[in-house]
Each structure stands twice: as structure tokens, then as C-alpha cells.
């Protein structure tokens, strides 16, 4: 029986896609996926499958079909960092997938910054929750991935009403594209920007 794929697809950028990820997908059958990661394979003839809220019939399929064709999922970002291979091992066993990790959006704008970041706290608040005030307060840097109900503004308003100051803020929007924006502003600066796209953030001490 065929070993599926796990394919970490990077930041968006094609340029930012292994070489071995675009052999495997070129070997596949069965191509699964978001729009995002799967437009640029949409003219190949695999058969496409876009992943959405019923995950479970997204995966009786691949049960049901993986012995006759190749499959490949592909996720954003890397594949060990927030992404679906969590949900997928609880329905087949280790041994059964081949895993390919990928460039993370947070591992690319801290290259694009300059920064290193083997000693900063790297976390989620897309659809999360957790107490980012307390962890911004112990490290020196810390990154996170956001959303609409955790954006920067938020975050920046939240750095306020606690009164930590000494901290500039990293918002990084679109990477890896054409239209990528990374603004570097203060708080207090931040919270009077009227809009950010989905984001990376990161907080570190303005030194």
C-alpha cells in the first residue's frame, strides 16, 4: 500500500517550495489541499481535492483509495508547526506517512529581519488562545502567528494597558509575495495603523 504524503508547501511563495516537495507532487495521483497551496497544480490532471470542514470524509477517502493511488497532502507553512498532520495522525499510523517539512512563515521573516530565533517563544493566537502578555513579559522575542480576533492592534493595545514598555513590534503581512508588507513600528505606533492582512508577529525589546 502506498505511504501518503505530507507536504509542508512554505510561506506561499512557489519560489519557497522544496525541490522535493514539487517531485513528490509531480509523482502523485491525488493532490489535497487549500486553494492556495493547490492553484499552482490546478492544470496538471491530478485529481483535486480541497480540504473543508468535513475532515472526516477527507480522510475515509484516502483510506479508501490510498492503495491504488498516490496521495499527497499539502499543508501551508511546515508541517510540523500548527498544521493538519496533528488531525491526520490520529487516523493513520506514522509509519504510513511520508512527511516533508517546510519553510514556516515565522522561519521566513525572521530571516527576512535578520534575526535568529532559537531562544525566542514561537506560538500560535490563530483561533487560540493563550496568555501571550505573561510570555512577551519572560522573553526577549517572542513570535506569533495571528488572526482577525488577535491581530496586531490587538496585541499592541494589550503591550499598552500593561504598561510594558521597551518593546518594538515586527508585523509581518503577505510573505513571501508581491504584495508582502513588514512594517517595524512601537506599540502605540501599531494601534493606530487602521489595517493589517493576516499576520506573523513578532515582540522583541527595542534596543
Known amino acids: 500500500m502506498n505511504k501518503v ?7 506561499g511563495n512557489k519560489e519557497y517550495i522544496l525541490p522535493i516537495t514539487t517531485r513528490i507532487i509531480e509523482d502523485c495521483d491525488v493532490l489535497i489541499g487549500g486553494k492556495r497551496n493547490l492553484q499552482y497544480y490546478e492544470d496538471l490532471g491530478k485529481e483535486i481535492l480541497y480540504i473543508h470542514s468535513d475532515l472526516a470524509s477527507i480522510m ?10 498516490k496521495i ?31 519553510i514556516s512563515s515565522f522561519q521566513y521573516l525572521m530571516a527576512k529581519i535578520g534575526e535568529p530565533w532559537q531562544n525566542a517563544y514561537v506560538g500560535s493566537l490563530h483561533g487560540r488562545t493563550c496568555n501571550f502578555i505573561e510570555i512577551i513579559q ?9 488572526d482577525y480576533k488577535y491581530s496586531p492592534q490587538q496585541i499592541a493595545k494589550e503591550l499598552l494597558a500593561h504598561k510594558i ?7 509581518g503581512e503577505n510573505l513571501s509575495y508581491d504584495n508582502e508588507r513588514i512594517t517595524i513600528y512601537k506599540p502605540e505606533e501599531i494601534v493606530d495603523i487602521p489595517k493589517f492582512d493576516m ?7 527595542d534596543e
Open 72 to 102: 499527497a497532502f499539502l499543508l501551508s507553512g511546515d508541517t510540523g508547526f500548527y498544521s493538519m498532520l496533528e488531525y491526520i495522525k490520529k487516523h493513520m499510523d506514522a509509519s504510513d506517512l511520508e512527511v516533508i517539512p517546510g
Open 5 to 11: 504524503y505530507v507536504l509542508g508547501m512554505g510561506p
Open 199 to 205: 499576520a506573523v508577529v513578532v515582540i522583541m525589546n
Open 138 to 146: 519572560q522573553y526577549d522575542k517572542a513570535v506569533f502567528l495571528t
Open 60 to 69: 475515509d477517502f484516502v483510506e479508501e483509495n490510498r492503495d491504488r493511488k
Open 165 to 171: 514598555g521597551n518593546k518594538r513590534m515586527v508585523v
